[in-house]
């Protein structure tokens, strides 16, 4: 069982512009259910689902959304996170492509168990083009009484619109969303409060990933047990991810947990191109870990992938073969993050121009014993004392790099003796 169609089920199975479509192929049973059964209910099948958020950080959705439906106040907000700004991440974009009515009705199901009567979905400003067709969803809905007051005859009303981003990585982050959706350029804010108690407009606001919001009506529909019937005991279910590279098939499958990354290369990506053979692979975006083609055979599950030092992240696995140097790979994930880097705290903004410029001498080969010094210090207060997950994860892919391919990160003296031997 490579793939399977546990969210993605209705792929390609419905005309997805059409709600009438939708509801043909059973869709809006998960909120009846949700009238049928309660909240409370609904709540406890994502609980026993075992579900984690599908953003990064796979924090339990279930308790998740009970500490977003503890929060107090007249307005709420539930934000589908549709940024997708992580590179070699494009699971998302075929959810709302093939599937956004399935995304709504997740957006519809979190603000009823939440007790939040306002949804956004924000988007990335790079998906202009499915703008339209998703604020065209969003008002079939409104017509057919699926969004708006007294939602199918039910006591409760929930409003939804499309807010597109400006095309910045950090605007995924939970606060620099907020900022942006405020009208100001989208910067993280310092915790404690959290977003969920002073996010949007400074009033309780859930954040939720686009696939997580799909997996809970899929959950709601089939049950928690139905889900569970995939994955590992840790890490049950499915997963969405996205592999791209030097694979034959790149691509966006579903899978179960526990299968290898060989599995997930060969098996479903066709394996390498060109029958060359594999170097590495990162998973998780650009902040996720290098993981050598000897452990290749490591389960993709949470529980596997952290003993190695690695996370699922956001579900982008990136190949990379053996023409592919690991160096020059990491200058273009140091150049993105420094690129991206929002400047609002000195550990990242400072931290990332050093590391260009010991990273241009390791590559070009006149990085002194200092520079590697330098490189620990950097890379240490970057991960320590960075403001957001964007400066502390970027230390990610180093120190895997560091890891596996020590001999990438030798002393001056080091390197002069091996050239000497060579
Ligand atoms: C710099 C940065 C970028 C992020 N980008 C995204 C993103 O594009 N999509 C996303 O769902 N989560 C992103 N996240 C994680 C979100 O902040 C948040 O944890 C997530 O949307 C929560 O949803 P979940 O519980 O369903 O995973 C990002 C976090 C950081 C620090
Ligand atoms: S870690 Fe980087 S992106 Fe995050 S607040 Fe600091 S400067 Fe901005």
Not at 111 to 130: A, D, H, L, P, W
Not at 210 to 219: D, M
Not at 354 to 382: K, P, S, W
Not at 397 to 407: I, L, N, V
């Amino acid at each position: 069982m490579k793939q399977v169609h546990f969210i993605t089920e209705l792929f390609d199975k419905y005309d997805g512009r059409s709600l009438q479509a939708y509801l043909d192929a059973g869709g809006f049973t998960a909120l009846k259910k949700l009238f049928d059964i309660s909240s409370e209910a609904v709540l406890a099948e994502i609980d026993a689902s075992g579900l984690q958020g599908r953003g990064g950080a796979a924090y339990p959705t279930g308790k998740k959304l009970r500490q977003a439906r503890a929060e107090k106040a007249a307005r709420k907000f539930v934000v589908c996170n549709a940024d997708e700004g992580e590179p070699g991440t494009f699971k998302d974009r075929e959810l709302l492509k093939c599937n956004i009515y399935q995304v709504i009705e997740g957006m519809v199901i979190a603000g009823i168990c939440t007790q939040s009567q306002e949804g956004i979905i924000y988007v990335r400003e790079e998906y202009t083009n499915m703008h339209d067709e998703i604020r065209a969803a969003i008002a079939e809905c409104y017509k057919h009484n699926y969004l708006g007051k007294g939602i199918m005859g039910s006591p409760y009303n929930f409003d939804l619109k499309l807010f597109s981003g400006a095309g910045s990585y950090v605007c995924g982050e939970g606060f620099a969303m907020c900022e942006s959706m405020e009208g100001k350029s989208g910067r993280p804010r310092s915790k404690p409060p959290y977003v969920k108690q002073e996010g949007f407009l400074r009033l309780p606001t859930l954040v939720i990933n686009t696939e997580t919001l799909s997996a809970i009506v899929s959950i709601i529909k089939h049950g928690a047990d139905s889900f569970r019937r995939y994955g590992t005991e840790k890490s049950p279910g499915t997963k969405l991810i996205s592999i791209s590279g030097k694979v034959n098939r790149p691509g966006v499958y579903e899978i179960p947990f526990g299968l290898t990354i060989r599995e997930i290369i060969n098996d479903l990506a066709g394996g390498i191109r060109n029958g060359k053979k594999g170097h590495f692979v990162q998973i998780g975006g650009a902040s996720g870990g290098i993981l050598p083609e000897r452990l290749w055979d490591t389960p993709y599950t949470y529980e596997d992938l952290a003993k190695a030092g690695l996370s699922v992240g956001s579900g982008a696995i990136v190949v990379a073969d053996e023409d592919n140097s690991l160096l020059d790979y990491l200058k273009v994930v140091q150049d993105f993050f420094r690129h991206e880097s929002c400047g609002k705290c000195t550990p990242c903004r400072e931290g990332n121009r050093q590391l260009r410029f010991i990273f241009d001498r390791i590559i070009n080969g006149t990085a002194t014993a200092a520079d590697y010094d330098n490189l620990e210090i950097v890379l240490d207060v970057m991960g320590k004392a960075s403001l957001c997950g964007s400066g502390k994860t970027e230390v990610v892919p180093f120190r895997t790099a560091q890891r596996y391919f020590p001999e990438l990160f030798m002393t001056k003296e080091c390197f002069v003796a091996k050239k000497a031997v060579v």
